[in-house]
């Protein structure tokens, strides 16, 4: 049983993760019947890998990667605030500005550049009853990957700002600093998650 799920592709010798899921109750493999409750915004996947071979979804192997338990412990928590249930079933959509793995952000950044063919995630084009926006402050490299995000489809958005040191209920332009989970002040974040929750 694993909370943290996604499928994994080999890309031009490059790994690629897409559709990765973060359940609030562990399972033992996706169906159909599954529901998602938002989605988190973030660079890249880190150092987070398969845990076995597969062309489906698969667990996935943290490998230190903190950024999906942060964001799982972030929303229980929110759950326990509002005094909602967890139902089975329920997983946050984890969406990134590109899906190359790599635990280095230069290297990533690096390898990116040099890719022909870095495609989105197809879960992008879903539409979610909130948005948190966690990808970071300006980058040359990055910011301009944040423009398709502009038409993602979802009730609510927010992101934690780093410069006003508050949540902003609104999505962030590509220079606003919508702070990464990395040192970010969770419970600002899991106060705003509690009024989002839903059974």
Not at 84 to 110: I, M, S
Not at 194 to 199: D, F
Request: glycine share 6%; hydrophobic share 35%.
């Amino acid at each position: 049983m694993s909370h943290f799920w996604a499928r994994f592709k080999t890309i031009g010798g490059q790994r690629f993760r897409f559709d990765t899921r973060i359940y609030l109750d562990p399972i033992i493999a996706p169906t159909n019947q599954d529901t998602v409750l938002g989605c988190v915004i973030g660079k890249n996947p880190g150092s987070a890998g398969p845990s076995k071979r597969s062309a489906q979804l698969a667990p996935i192997a943290l490998s230190g990667d903190k950024f999906l338990p942060t964001v799982l412990s972030v929303v229980r928590q929110s759950y326990s605030l509002s005094d909602k249930p967890v139902v089975a079933g329920r997983y946050v959509q984890v969406l990134n500005l590109f899906y190359l793995c790599d635990r280095d952000l230069r290297e990533a950044k690096r390898s990116l550049q040099t890719c022909r063919r870095a495609p989105p995630c197809p879960a992008e084009k879903q539409h979610f009853p909130w948005a948190w926006f966690a990808w970071g402050g300006s980058d040359r490299v990055l910011d301009p990957l944040k423009g398709r995000f502009d038409t993602l489809g979802s009730d609510r958005d927010f992101y934690y700002s780093r410069s006003q040191q508050r949540v902003v209920a609104q999505r962030p332009s590509v220079l606003d600093r919508a702070k990464h989970t990395q040192g970010m002040p969770q419970s600002a974040v899991v106060a705003h998650l509690a009024r989002l929750a839903q059974p």
